[in-house]
């Protein structure tokens, strides 16, 4: 099956400093690569997703790039804040979330301000 | 986006009763939905899935009548933790989709529900 690993697993930032969390997987039929962001105590949200069609996607502070020859894909927050705080985890699933998603181990970002 | 509601947030029980929690989908269908775990400062492991009408799959290592799962209709899973013990206490969280044709196949995630057993 699939496995999706995930680095660092804490990272801090001073606020306005950029973040990159990286993710690699393991199967090559993968083809849709979600990112969520986890708060204290709740469920996760998506934040930004990617399909194996694309490259890089952005959207407005978020960027996800996707390298499918490497199997590799990253998350990147610039102008980092205090309310990005969070943990973030990657994914990747065959045929988007109608097939089971496996979720990186997480990163726990801390902004400081 | 899609709404996803999880009730209860929140629920301590004493050891050996069931808890059941509910995953509603507010705002759509939902085709399949997904049933995970977490412990803490660990990622979601995926418990089970679920489709409307038909039994739920269980992942390998999940106890199936531990953990009852019912999709009784396309905006209702149940999740019943059977006998509950101190070893259950976790947080549950649950996902659905519309599948691939509506929504590229987005996961909605309820807010989860904290399972404490004394």
């Known amino acids: ?113 | 986006g899609a709404v996803v509601s999880q009730h209860p947030s929140r629920v301590i029980c004493k050891s050996g009763t069931s808890v059941k929690i509910e995953c509603r989908s507010l705002d759509f269908q939902a085709t399949t939905m997904f049933w995970y775990r977490q412990f803490p400062k660990q990622s979601l492991m995926l418990m089970a899935t679920s489709n409307e009408g038909s039994k739920a799959t269980y992942e390998q290592g999940v106890e199936k009548d531990k953990f009852l799962i019912n999709h009784a209709s396309l905006t209702l899973s149940t999740l019943t933790v059977t006998s509950a013990h101190p070893e259950d206490s976790s947080f549950y969280i649950c996902s659905a989709t519309l599948g691939m044709d509506a929504s590229g196949g987005e996961l909605f995630f309820g807010e989860g529900s904290r399972l404490t057993v004394l």
């Open chain 1, 1 to 113: 099956g699939e496995n999706v690993e995930q680095h660092p697993s804490t990272l801090s930032v001073q606020e306005g400093d950029s973040a990159v969390i990286k993710c690699t997987y393991s199967d090559s039929a993968s083809n849709y690569f979600p990112w969520y962001k986890q708060e204290l105590g709740k469920g996760p949200q998506l934040i930004i997703d990617i399909r194996s069609n694309v490259g890089e996607k952005k959207d407005q502070r978020i960027a996800v790039t996707l390298n499918k020859t490497a199997k590799h894909f990253s998350l990147h927050i610039t102008e980092t804040q205090p309310e990005d705080s969070a943990v973030y985890f990657c994914a990747a699933s065959i045929s988007g979330g109608y097939q089971k998603v496996t979720f990186g181990i997480g990163t726990k970002l801390q902004v400081i301000p």
